[in-house]
């Protein structure tokens, strides 16, 4: 019998790798599923000459009939030039990923391939999706993993995911599974892909002195291509109602009185914005509650959202809501004071030297009642002063309440004039508001003319 060989205090080492080095019996393929696009041809180009030819002729016949496949025409007019045309009615798979933009749903197909002789067992997959705030599990069937996945066999799963956050994405997927020989083996693999903004939104605003706020969105496509705007649409906080001056109201000429015979059309003629293009939206907001919480509303820095949703050239959808649009808060005196014609819907005219009557709308904002007085300066009043006595008792007004009056004044001079030179005045606190300019006003030389007046704020 041979005797063993000495312990020399080595350690055999195996033949074969680590486990991390050894070659996977699967492998991972991530493919995203988007719709296909219109096939591009590039035309046929040639030189029209004097002289035809049946070559010539030949070719503009085919270029039309191609351009009329792919384009609808109302008629089909000779003079169509379509040499630059290049759409055809095959449809191809893109060939890169392409562009992922926010508000979008991300689709996904994640394929696990056995590649190699032998099944594998118990093979489950994790897919989750890594954002610079987030991590969004996709799909993980862990509890309940594929018990075995033959030779040549392929597991696939489809996740779906809609974007909210600009910047860099990363799709995590992590493989695990067994060997025949019950060994567990894993891996994992990153797929990194970038978000970019489809829409840049600007704001506008004025905020009028009777509370009015006019909101002005401009919208511009900063995607690669056209998208088809299938709704625009403002939310308006809580304290606000609106009123859209986008669509033309066109009436029904035999139901001119019936509003329900009318329809909206947009002021735009169609709901395709092309890339780089920029549309401008106007909203009117107005105080919805007049009464219990009008300071509230007056002062606060909330307007609404914009909601919108688009399609790109394909059908595929997409939908942004913007943030809570705001505004620098507008500061609200405790006194208001607003002129208004005594008959709103009666044209007024205002001739020279004769006397006219504006009503006066005083308001309390603040948050004690008021007992006030209103009193005149003519030195402040110019070419339209006050007829009547200069002090004039206007009574006690509570909180968040208005009082109205009727003032005479009497017009000097023809043409756009001022009116103001007031002043109200709190007995029970002292507090004075002076109304140095209250309106505008239009005032004529005779009756004759023809130009109305209109208050000017």
Not at 36 to 42: I, V
Not at 268 to 282: P, V
Not at 421 to 446: E, N, P, Q
Request: proline content about 5%; some cysteine.
């Amino acid at each position: 019998m041979q005797s063993p060989r000495p312990n020399n205090g080595f350690v055999a080492k195996s033949s074969q790798p680590p486990d991390d080095q050894q070659p996977h019996l699967l492998s991972l393929k991530v493919m995203r599923l988007s719709r296909p696009q219109l096939a591009s041809s590039l035309p046929m180009y040639y030189e029209s000459q004097g002289k035809s030819s049946s070559l010539v002729e030949g070719l503009k016949e085919l270029n039309k009939t191609d351009l009329t496949a792919t384009h609808s025409f109302d008629t089909v007019d000779t003079a169509i030039q379509i040499r630059d045309f290049g759409l055809s009615q095959l449809l191809q798979l893109p060939a890169a990923f392409g562009n992922i933009y926010l508000g979008e749903n991300f689709n996904t197909l994640v394929c696990v391939n056995n590649e190699s002789s032998y099944p594998v067992k118990q093979m489950s997959i994790k897919i989750e999706l890594q954002t610079s705030s987030q991590r969004f599990l996709l799909f993980d069937n862990s509890n309940a993993p594929q018990a075995i996945l033959e030779h040549n066999a392929t597991y696939d799963t489809t996740v779906s995911h809609e974007i909210k956050e600009l910047g860099v994405h990363i799709l995590v997927c992590s493989v695990q599974y067994s060997t025949t020989s019950d060994q567990k083996r894993h891996f994992r693999k990153f797929y990194k892909f970038q978000v970019s903004n489809p829409l840049a939104v600007k704001t506008k605003l004025n905020s009028m002195v009777d509370g009015r706020v006019f909101l002005e969105a401009q919208l511009q496509n900063v995607s690669a291509g056209p998208m088809y705007l299938e709704r625009m649409k403002f939310e308006p906080s809580e304290h606000f109602h609106y009123e859209d001056l986008n669509h033309i109201v066109n009436l029904n000429n035999e139901d001119k009185d019936d509003l329900k015979q009318s329809t909206d059309t947009s002021v735009f003629r169609n709901q395709y914005i092309q890339s780089q293009d920029i549309r401008q939206y106007l909203y009117i907001l107005t105080v919805k509650d007049s009464q219990t919480n009008d300071r509230i509303s007056r002062t606060t820095n909330a307007l609404g959202k914009l909601d919108i949703v688009w399609r790109s050239s394909m059908g595929e959808m997409g939908r942004l809501q913007t943030s809570q649009l705001t505004r620098k808060a507008p500061f609200l005196e405790d006194l208001e004071v607003q002129p208004f014609w005594l008959i709103p819907d009666e044209p007024v005219k205002i001739i020279v030297e004769k006397p006219f009557k504006l009503g006066l709308r005083i308001k309390n904002h603040s948050d004690k009642n008021m007992k006030l007085i209103l009193s005149a300066d003519k030195t402040k009043m110019g070419s339209v002063l006050l007829s009547g006595p200069n002090t004039k008792q206007l009574g006690e007004v509570t909180i968040n309440q208005y009082i109205e009056t009727q003032v005479e004044f009497f017009p000097l001079t023809p043409g756009l004039q001022r009116v103001g030179g007031l002043k109200v005045i709190d007995l029970l606190s002292g507090y004075t508001k002076d109304v140095d300019h209250l309106c505008d006003i239009t005032v004529l030389k005779h009756s004759n003319d023809t130009i109305e007046a209109a208050l000017l704020l």
